[in-house]
C-alpha cells in the first residue's frame, strides 16, 4: 500500500478520510459521489456487521469470517460491484435474515483483501454513501439485495453556518479534553465542506452505542444530523470536563505527596547529619521506654514487644504504623496491676451507707457481709455480681456510687441500653478501620485501677439484631470462673476482671436472659412507701436543692403535710425524681423571689402548692363510695408503685357472650374465662337456672381503657364481680383483693404484694383478701401498714365471697329459711357463709 503523506495512514487506521483523492495500492477511488448506471438503483452483494455502524467516507479494516459473508466480499471484489454494509439488529446471530437487519446502511468499495492463516478475510473498506435496501434478491450462497443510494441535497444558509461553527467549537474543546483523540482531528474536521459529512465524522470520534450511532445514520436531513451531534458533544463535553477535574484533584495529591515524601527524606538526612533523630524515631523510643517502665504480665509484655518491634521495622508513612500506635497506646494505658486498697472498717462503711441513702437494708446488709467476710479472708474472698433490681428512680445507680465511696474504691459506670452489636461489648478486630476496643475495656481505662466499682446500668434494655447479641457477651464478663481471662477483640490477649466490683441495673427481671441472671445475685429494690419518701425528701432532697439554688440563707420550709400532699397529688412513681423536681420548680420560684428583691418564702404550705405547681396533676386513689352490685376492687401493680383497679360487671340479655374490655392482655382475658367457668359451676348454690347463661351477656369492664392491662393476679376479682352481679349481693367498697383464680376455685399466690398493700392502705381501705401462700411476703411490708390493715389470707374462692360480698339487699324469707336448714344440716354454702378463711391482723 501507498499513501499521498505519511499521515495519510493514520486517517485510514482511524476510520476517516482525507478530503480529496486517496490511493489503495494503484487503484484510485475519488472522494466524489459516483453516477449510477442503473437508473438510481444499485445492486450488489451484502455484508451484515456486528457491533459496528459503517458510515460514509469512512475507511476501516474489516475481518470477515461467515462464509455467506466471504462469498460476497469476494463476489464484490470479481465483479467489482460495490459491498451494501448494514449493521445487524442482534450481533449474536450468526445466519442472517432480512428481519435481523436494519434497512438503511452504507455502499463501500474494498481497497485491499488479505487472506489469514484462519481462513478469514481481512478487508479495508471504504464507505461512499448512504442507501437503503428495497429488495432481498436471494440469501444464498450470499446475501444480494437491491438498494436506493440516498442523496443530501443541501442549500447553505446562516443558519447552517453558524450550527457548524458553533459544533467546531464543542468538537475543538472535546479534542483538548480527550486524551485518544490526536489535535489533527480538529484541523481535519475544518476543512470539511459538508455538514452531514462533518456529523458523520464527528459521530465516529465520539463513544456511543451501536442504536445511537445507528439513529445517526438513519437521520438524513444533514442540518437535524448535525443538531443530534451537537447535543451528544455538549454531554461529552461535561463527561470530559468532569474526568479532567477529578484528574487534576487525583494528581494534585499525588504531587503534594511525592513533595513531602521527598521534604521528610530531606528532613531526616540533615537530622542525621546533625546526630539528631526524626519524629518517628523519637516516637519508637518512646514507646520502647514506656514499655520498659509499665507493669505488663508476660503475655502482655510479649505481645507488646512483637507489635513494637513490627512498627520500627515498618516506613514512618506506612498506614499499619498508625494502627500498631493506637494498639500500643491501649495495652500501655490499660491497668494491669495498679489497684486501690479497700476501706475494711465496717463502721466507717455502715455510716458512710446510711448518710447517703435511707432504707434499702437489703443491698446495705449486702455490702456488709461482703466487707466482713473480706477482712476474714481477703485473698478467697471473689468479687461479688449484685443486681440491682427495681423501678426508676429508687437509687440503684446512686447507691453504686455510695458503695464505691464507702469502699474508697474508684466508680465507673456504662450504660447498656440499646446496645445491639455485640463489638460494643467484645470490641471490633483490629482487621477493621477504626476498631476500638469493647465497651468494658474503654471503661476500665477510665477506672484506672483493676477493681473499681464497675456499674453496668440498664442491663435489662441490651437489643439483639444480625450483629449478635450483646446479653450473651456479658456471660464471660459476669462469671467468676471465666472473667479472670477475658477475652476482647481488639486486644487479642487475656484481661482479669476477676478483681472487679460488677454491679448492674434493671428495672424488670423478664428481659434479661435466664443464662445471665444466674450469673448475678439479684437485690430487689421495692417501691417507696409515703413515710420514706418524706424522710428522703426531708433528709437529702430539699437540703441539696436548697444548696443548688443558693437559698442558704433564707431556705423555704417544707412541712409534713406539705411534702405528703405533694406526693399525693402531683406526682406518680416508686421512686423520688419528680418528687426533686417539683422540689426544684418551689426553689426556683423562691431564688426568683430573692433575686427580684421581693419577699423571701419561709414556709411553703398545703395550700399554698397549686400557687407553686399549679392544679394537682394525680387523683389520690380511694375506695368506691358505696357498696355496689356488680362492682369489685383489685389490687394492681405498676411500674409507679401499686394503684386500685375497679371491675365492673353488667348483665343483659344476649346469647351467651363474655365481653371484655379495657385493653386487658392475653393473660388477665384467660383469667376472665376461668372466672366465669367458675361461677357457673356455682348455679346450685346461687340458686341459678344453668341455662340463663345461654340467655344472657356478660361484660367485664375496667376503666381507665387507654392503660394496658394484664397479668393473672385479678382472677378472683373478676369472679367476685361477676357473682355479685349474678346473685345481686353487693360487695363491700372498703375490700380490695388480687389472686389467681384456677377453674376449680383454688386461689394462686401472685407478685408485687409490698406494692399492692401500700396502695390499699394510702386509698384507706379496711380489708384486703391475698392468696394465702403470699403469707411470707408479709415480712416486707411495713408494721404501721399492716396494723392498719385486716388481711385476709385465703386458700379457696369460696372463702373470698364470703368476705367480700353483703347479703341481698332484700332476701325473703323463703332464703333465709333455707340457708338455716342448710347451716343445721351441715351444708356450706359459698354465699350463706358469714365466716371463713384466716384472718392475718397486726
Known amino acids: 500500500m501507498t499513501w499521498d503523506q505519511d499521515w495519510n ?9 482525507q478530503p480529496g483523492p486517496f490511493l489503495f495500492d494503484d487503484f484510485e477511488f475519488p472522494a466524489q459521489e459516483l453516477e449510477e448506471r442503473s437508473g438510481g438503483i444499485i445492486e450488489g452483494p451484502l455484508l451484515p456487521l456486528r457491533d459496528i455502524v459503517f ?3 469512512m475507511v476501516s479494516p474489516l475481518t470477515v469470517g461467515r462464509d455467506r459473508s466471504i462469498e460476497a466480499v469476494e463476489v464484490a471484489l470479481e465483479r467489482d460491484e460495490p459491498l451494501v454494509m448494514v449493521t445487524q439488529r442482534d450481533p449474536d446471530i450468526d445466519y442472517v435474515e432480512p428481519g435481523d437487519l436494519y434497512t438503511i ?8 483483501l488479505l487472506r489469514l492463516p484462519d481462513e478469514t478475510l481481512s478487508i479495508l473498506a471504504q464507505g461512499r454513501r448512504r442507501v437503503q435496501i428495497v429488495e432481498y ?16 441535497p443541501l442549500e447553505p444558509s446562516r443558519s447552517t453556518e453558524a450550527l457548524v461553527r458553533a459544533v467546531l467549537a464543542l468538537f475543538e474543546k472535546v479534542v483538548q479534553l480527550n486524551r ?3 489535535e489533527d482531528l480538529y484541523v481535519f474536521a475544518l476543512n470539511i465542506p459538508d455538514p452531514g459529512w462533518l456529523a458523520d465524522i464527528i459521530a465516529q470520534s465520539l463513544s456511543m452505542e451501536t442504536a445511537q450511532r445507528q439513529e445517526l445514520l438513519e437521520t438524513l436531513d444533514p442540518v437535524k444530523r448535525l443538531q443530534q451531534v451537537s447535543v451528544l458533544l455538549a454531554k461529552e463535553l461535561d463527561v470530559l470536563e468532569l474526568e479532567d477535574r477529578i484528574h487534576s484533584q487525583l494528581q494534585k495529591e499525588l504531587d503534594r505527596s511525592q513533595r513531602e515524601h521527598i521534604l521528610r527524606e530531606q528532613i531526616k538526612a540533615i537530622q542525621t547529619e546533625l546526630g539528631e533523630m526524626d519524629s518517628f524515631t523519637l516516637e519508637t523510643n518512646e514507646l520502647q521506654e514506656r514499655l520498659l517502665q509499665a507493669s505488663l504480665p508476660e503475655e502482655v509484655r510479649a505481645q507488646a514487644e512483637r507489635e513494637l518491634n513490627r512498627m520500627a521495622a515498618m516506613s514512618s508513612m506506612s498506614p499499619e504504623t498508625g494502627v500498631i500506635r493506637t494498639y500500643l497506646d491501649w495495652l500501655l494505658e490499660l491497668p494491669w496491676t495498679e489497684e486501690t486498697e479497700d476501706r475494711l472498717d465496717l463502721s466507717h462503711v455502715e455510716q458512710t451507707l446510711e448518710s447517703c441513702h435511707y432504707g434499702l437494708p437489703k443491698a446495705k446488709e449486702r455490702i456488709l457481709e461482703y466487707i466482713a467476710v473480706k477482712k476474714l479472708a481477703p485473698d478467697k474472698m471473689r468479687s461479688p455480681i449484685l443486681c440491682f433490681v427495681g423501678p426508676p428512680g429508687t437509687g440503684k445507680t446512686s447507691l453504686g456510687r455510695s458503695i464505691a465511696q464507702a469502699l474508697g474504691r474508684n466508680f465507673v459506670r456504662v450504660s447498656l441500653g440499646g446496645v445491639r452489636d455485640e463489638a460494643e461489648i467484645r470490641g471490633h478486630r483490629r482487621t477493621y478501620i477504626g476498631a476500638l476496643p469493647g465497651r468494658v475495656i474503654q471503661t476500665m481505662r477510665r477506672a484506672k485501677t483493676v477493681n473499681p466499682l464497675f456499674m453496668m446500668d440498664e442491663v435489662d434494655k441490651l437489643g439483639q439484631d444480625f450483629r449478635g447479641d450483646p446479653a450473651a457477651a456479658l456471660l464471660e464478663i459476669l462469671d467468676p470462673e471465666q472473667n479472670h481471662a477475658f477475652s476482647d477483640h481488639y486486644l487479642e490477649v487475656p484481661y482479669n476482671l476477676s478483681k472487679v466490683f460488677f454491679i448492674t441495673t434493671a428495672n424488670t427481671l423478664d428481659p434479661i436472659p435466664p443464662a445471665l441472671q444466674d450469673r448475678m445475685e439479684v437485690i430487689e429494690f421495692p417501691s417507696y412507701i409515703e413515710e420514706e419518701k418524706i424522710k428522703i425528701a426531708s433528709r437529702f432532697l430539699i437540703p441539696r436543692q436548697i444548696e443548688e439554688h443558693g437559698l442558704e440563707q433564707t431556705p423555704p420550709q417544707f412541712g409534713e ?9 402531683y406526682t406518680y412513681e416508686a421512686g423520688v425524681r419528680n418528687l426533686e423536681r417539683e422540689i426544684a420548680s418551689i426553689c426556683r420560684k423562691a431564688a426568683r423571689r430573692l433575686a427580684d428583691g421581693k419577699k423571701a418564702i419561709r414556709r411553703v404550705t398545703p395550700d399554698s402548692l397549686p400557687r407553686y405547681l399549679g392544679p394537682p396533676r394525680f387523683l389520690r386513689d380511694q ?8 362492682l369489685a376492687t383489685s389490687l394492681a401493680w405498676t411500674e409507679g408503685g401499686g394503684s386500685l383497679m375497679a371491675v365492673e360487671v353488667s348483665l343483659m340479655p344476649g346469647k351467651g357472650n363474655l365481653i371484655l374490655t379495657g385493653q386487658l392482655g392475653e393473660v388477665m382475658r384467660e383469667s376472665a374465662q376461668a372466672a366465669l367457668s367458675y361461677a357457673r359451676s356455682l348455679c346450685d348454690d346461687l340458686r341459678l337456672d344453668p341455662d340463663l347463661f345461654d340467655k344472657i351477656d356478660i361484660h367485664i369492664h375496667l376503666p381507665e381503657g387507654a392503660i394496658p392491662k394484664d397479668g393473672p393476679s385479678g382472677g378472683i376479682t373478676m369472679a367476685t364481680a361477676m357473682i355479685s352481679a349474678l346473685s345481686e349481693r353487693p360487695v363491700r367498697r372498703d375490700v380490695g383483693m388480687s389472686g389467681e383464680i384456677t377453674l376449680r376455685g383454688r386461689v394462686l399466690p401472685i407478685g408485687g404484694l409490698k406494692e399492692k398493700v401500700l396502695a390499699a392502705h394510702r386509698a384507706g381501705l379496711k380489708t384486703i383478701v391475698i392468696p394465702k401462700r403470699n403469707e411470707p411476703d408479709l415480712v416486707e411490708i411495713p408494721r404501721k401498714v399492716v396494723r392498719g390493715l385486716e388481711v385476709v389470707l385465703v386458700e379457696k374462692m369460696d372463702q373470698v365471697l364470703d368476705v367480700a360480698l353483703l347479703p341481698p339487699p332484700e332476701e325473703s324469707e323463703t332464703g333465709k329459711k333455707k340457708a338455716r336448714q342448710d347451716k343445721k344440716g351441715g351444708k356450706r354454702s359459698a354465699l350463706t357463709t358469714a365466716a371463713g378463711g384466716n384472718m392475718y391482723a397486726r
Do not use: C, K, N
Open 9 to 17: 495512514e493514520w486517517w485510514l487506521h482511524m476510520g476517516w478520510l
Open 55 to 57: 458510515f460514509p467516507h
Open 105 to 112: 446502511g452504507s455502499d463501500a468499495t474494498i481497497g485491499r
Open 137 to 152: 434478491v436471494h440469501l444464498d450462497p450470499y446475501i444480494r439485495v437491491r438498494a436506493v443510494p440516498i442523496y443530501e
Open 180 to 182: 485518544s483523540l490526536p
Open 561 to 569: 403535710a406539705t411534702l405528703q400532699r405533694m406526693i399525693r397529688e
Open 623 to 630: 375506695a368506691e363510695e358505696q357498696d355496689e352490685i356488680g
